[in-house]
């Protein structure tokens, strides 16, 4: 993604415990140690001008990592992208999967989309996957809102347009937490547009977002 991005854009990308390189370190199953941690590790990286894009959960990592570095007095965001979930103060609609039994969580994964099907076969590779995610989910499933202001910078919003999990309206929703600007554009794909056929458009429009975020 990196070499999509204008010169002036520094990808910086945050790797949760128990994956890649920290493949051995605890994980995290609860929103507010991961946004303490975050903050901890972030807050003498911002002197220069900075954006949160994040992407289902981590959109809502992002949203509460905002929040927490507004809490600190410390430099916040020129601006924020979700992509893919909706409105932190909504409800979930569907029930909760990070409990579910691994047939049926696999299952889940099936429906959803975005793992490959000999991904979901390989009890070796789902061993090593699905540790990580039924923690992200855990994360997603069991954090409760509480009711904030509004932040003075521009929220936009990305969605797929076939993603049956998530509503358009839900992901509206997010205006409500901006007094500055806001946007919502929609792709072509599900859940994982940005990975799908719509990567170039996806590509195109958060170049551009991230232009207005500077102006």
């Given at each position: ?27 995290y ?11 901890r ?16 959960l ?13 809490h ?75 009711p904030?202001?509004?932040f ?58 991230l ?5």
């Open positions: 993604m990196s070499t999509s991005l204008p010169p002036w854009v520094e990808l910086s990308i945050l790797q949760l415990p128990g994956r890649e390189t920290l493949f051995n370190a605890p994980m199953y609860a929103m507010k140690p991961l946004v303490d941690a975050t903050a590790v972030i807050l003498p990286k911002l002197e220069l001008p900075y954006a949160f894009f994040g992407h289902s981590g959109a809502h990592v992002a949203f509460e990592l905002a929040r927490e570095l507004r600190r007095n410390a430099a916040l965001p020129r601006g924020l992208i979700a992509s893919g979930t909706r409105a932190p103060h909504l409800p979930m609609r569907r029930m909760p999967l990070h409990d579910l039994p691994t047939p049926r969580f696999i299952e889940e994964l099936r429906r959803y989309g975005g793992t490959p099907e000999a991904v979901l076969q390989n009890q070796e590779l789902m061993d090593i996957f699905l540790p990580p995610l039924r923690a992200d989910l855990t994360i997603f499933e069991t954090f409760t809102h509480s904030d202001e509004p003075d910078f521009p929220i936009a919003v990305f969605g797929g347009r076939s993603d049956h999990r998530l509503d358009p309206d839900e992901l509206e929703a997010w205006r409500e937490h901006t007094r500055g600007r806001f946007s919502a554009t929609f792709f072509d794909g599900g859940h994982f547009y940005l990975l799908e056929r719509s990567r170039a458009a996806f590509l195109t429009s958060l170049r551009e977002t232009e207005t975020f500077g102006s």
